[in-house]
C-alpha cells in the first residue's frame, strides 16, 4: 500500500514499525510503514508524536483535507530527493520570462485539450447539444499559444473552464449546477468537484516528491504562497480525464446518494458515507491499469518526470494527452 485514506473519525498510534489505525467503532487495522508514502486525513484523527516520528523516519507525508476537499496542512518528511541542479534549473526557468511561458501554455493546453476530449467523448455518443460548446472552447484553445503573459494565459483558461462548465446540464441535468463556487460549496456537484480536486493535488504532490522537482517552484500558478503550486500546474492537465470523469459517472449511473452530503446554509459538505464511497471509487481510478496501460498515478509520475527531463535539456516537455 502506497497511500492510506483516513476517512472516519479515528485515532492513529504505532506499534514498533507499524502504524495501528484505531477507528471510533469497529476492529483495528494495522498498516506496514514499509512501503507506505502518503498518509491523507479526510476526517477527523488524533496523530502523537511517536507517528510522526515513525512517519519521518519512514519518509511518509502525512496530509489534511478539510470537509471540502481543500489541503489544509501536511507534515513533511525530512530530507527529499530534491537535487540543486534540478532546483537552480527549475528556478532559472521560474525567473526566465519565456521559458515560464513554455511551461504555463503547455500545462493550460493539456488541461484544455482534456476538456475538450470529455465534451467530445459525450457527443459522440449521440448528444449534439455539446456542439455549441466545443464550438466556443476551440478559437479559444487557438489562442493558447498567442498568449504572451501568465495573467492573460489564465483568462483564456477561465473562459474555457466557464463554457465548460455551462454545457455539463447538457450532458445531464443534474449536472447543473450553477456558478462554480469553492469556499465553501453550495451543492453536492461543486462539493464533488472541490472534493476530487483536492485529492488530485495531493497525489500529484506525492508523485511529484518521487523526483527531482521542487513543488514550490511553479510557472503557471503563483509560487508566492505558501503552498505546493508546481501541483496546481500539473493537476490541471489530470482534473478533466479524473476528477470531472469520476463526477460524470458517478450521476449518470445513479450512484449519488442524498446521504452523502450534509447541506446546511448554503454549505454542502460531504458526509462520512460521501467520503468512504467516494474514495472507493477515486482509488480504482487513479490506481487500477486498464488493459496493461499504466495507472493514473503512475502516469502522473511519468509527467513530473518528463517536465524534469526538459530542464535538463533532454526532451521538451509536452503534456499527457487522453484518447477518446
Known sequence: METL????DVKLVREHSTLVVIPSEGPRRRVPIEGLRNVIVAGEAQLTTAVLGLCGRGAVRVTI????????????????????????LQAAAHLDPARRMEFARAFVMGAARNIKVNLKYRAYRGNRDLERSLSLIDPLIA??????TVESLMGIEGQIRAFYYDAWGMIDHRLDFGARRRRPPNNPINCLI???????YALV?????????????????????????????LSEVFK????DTLIFEAVLREQIKPEWFHQEDQVCRLSELGRGSTLESWVRKTEERVQGEPSFREVIRQEALALERDLLGIKEYRPWRRKI
Open 5 to 8: 485514506y483516513l476517512t472516519k
Open 65 to 88: 483535507l478539510d470537509w471540502h476537499g481543500n489541503v489544509v496542512g501536511s507534515f513533511e518528511p525530512k530530507g527529499s530527493p530534491a537535487a540543486g541542479k534540478i532546483r537552480l
Open 143 to 148: 489562442r493558447i499559444p498567442q498568449m504572451e
Open 194 to 200: 472541490s472534493w476530487f480536486n483536492g485529492l488530485a
Open 205 to 233: 504532490r506525492n508523485e511529484i516528491a518521487k523526483t527531482h522537482l521542487d513543488d514550490c517552484i511553479s510557472f503557471l500558478h503563483s509560487s508566492q504562497e505558501a503552498r505546493a503550486s508546481l501541483a496546481l500546474d
Open 240 to 243: 478533466p480525464a479524473i476528477c
